[in-house]
Nanobody, 123 residues
Framework: QVQLVESGGGLVQPGGSLKLSCATSGFTLQSTAVGWFRQAPGKGREGVSCISGSDGSTYYTHSVKARFTISRDNAKNTLYLQMNNLKPEDTAVYYC????????????????WGQGTPVTVSA
């Protein structure tokens, strides 16, 4: 059974940092596409970052490049998102997801999702 459970969200001031975690089970993290998405209040879901399975290639949406870092610990079956220099516009519920049938993480269908963890950036 595929499961993804996010944690690490919270309230942070602008310029601060948070590290999100996504505990996974039911699939092999190191050979499967996984990614982080977010949905801000009143807006649609947006892809934030992803990591491909076998070669570990990473991708970021433009607005988070140089501020966010995606990584994974295959031994712990855990995906991470280190978020630095956070801005109010980063406020959203953050979700991790897997495209269980794919190795590449770009332009694929993500079919298993976590429940989300809220991030609020405010002074």
């Amino acid at each position: 059974q595929v499961q993804l459970v996010e944690s690490g969200g919270g309230l942070v001031q602008p310029g601060g940092s948070l590290k999100l975690s996504c505990a996974t089970s039911g699939f092999t993290l190191q050979s499967t596409a996984v990614g982080w998405f977010r949905q801000a209040p009143g807006k649609g879901r947006e892809g934030v970052s992803c990591i491909s399975g076998s070669d570990g290639s990473t991708y970021y949406t433009h607005s988070v490049k140089a501020r966010f870092t995606i990584s994974r610990d295959n031994a712990k079956n855990t995906l991470y998102l280190q978020m630095n220099n956070l801005k109010p516009e980063d406020t959203a519920v953050y979700y991790c997801a897997t495209a269980i049938h794919f190795d590449t993480c770009v332009d694929v269908q993500y079919d298993y999702w976590g429940q989300g963890t809220p991030v609020t950036v405010s002074a």
